[in-house]
């Protein structure tokens, strides 16, 4: 299945890794982040890669596939 999508939608989806991005950084333990309750339609981030410096993005919905956004998690 073909997945749509619109600049405004990928614009919404990386503002968003890098919000999660900056909630990560300021906490070594923090692995989820979302902006709200857990409901279809919302975005998810969980901390990924070797060095847990990548964010994982997902929206909660059955089209959705998962984007990494590489190395924009700030390690201390």
């Known amino acids: 299945m073909a997945r749509m999508t619109t600049k405004y939608e990928e614009l919404e989806r990386l503002a968003f ?17 979302t902006d709200g309750d857990i409901a279809p339609g919302v975005f998810l981030a969980l901390r990924w890669g070797l ?16 984007v990494n956004y590489q190395q924009l998690v700030k390690v201390r």
């Open 51 to 66: 060095g847990n410096d990548c964010v994982l993005v997902v929206k909660l919905d059955e089209y959705d596939q998962p």
């Open 17 to 33: 890794a890098e919000r999660a991005a900056a909630c990560f950084s300021k906490d070594a333990k923090m692995a989820t982040f």
